[in-house]
């Protein structure tokens, strides 16, 4: 986690100056595009909604549509972001294989969305979802996590393997 302050206690960002627009995705529903051309490293959005813990978060998922998940942000203190509660735009940026995009929290807990190179005018934002689902990977949840990102080394799912270090590590944040 960066030692530093979160972007929004350096510089506010104006709202005609807002590097982002939301319209339809070709990858999956809505998605965040880029306005203007955006630096590496570039500050784009913070991720924000309801802070609850994991508890509540498994009791608001609904059984029946595992795709819930994706509007869940899991932070290093174990607790979650609901982006679909109070959220903004940020929940609307899509998985990608090959991101352009990598979310950062910072020590005040904030999780900040940032270029990860630089990203052309009209450029669909993207990041790593990372999920874990610790249930069985049925091939009903394969369909429901499928990715469809189109990226050249498309893996096929936006679910992490349960055989990788990372998921395991992302297990023991979730149980505390």
Known sequence: MPAASSPASKTAV?????????????IHGRGVFARR?????DAII???GERISWDEANRRRDD???LNLTYFFTLNDGRV?????????ARYIN????PNCEAIE??????WIHALYGIARGDELSYDYTLVYEGRHTPAIKRAFACHCGAPTCS??????????RYRANIRLMQG
């Not at 104006?14 to 070709?26: A, D, E, G």
């Not at 972001?81 to 903004?88: C, Q, Y």
Request: charge should be negative.
């Open 156 to 165: 096929g799912s936006m679910l992490m393997k349960k055989n990788s270090a």
């Open 14 to 26: 104006r709202s005609s100056n807002v590097p982002y627009i939301v319209k339809t995705s070709p």
């Open 46 to 48: 913070e991720y924000t």
């Open 106 to 111: 910072y020590e005040d807990g904030s999780v």
């Open 95 to 98: 998985h990608s294989c090959e």
């Open 37 to 41: 051309a955006i630096a590496p490293g």
């Open 64 to 66: 029946n549509d595992p």
């Open 81 to 89: 972001i609901d982006g679909g509660v109070n959220g903004n735009e």
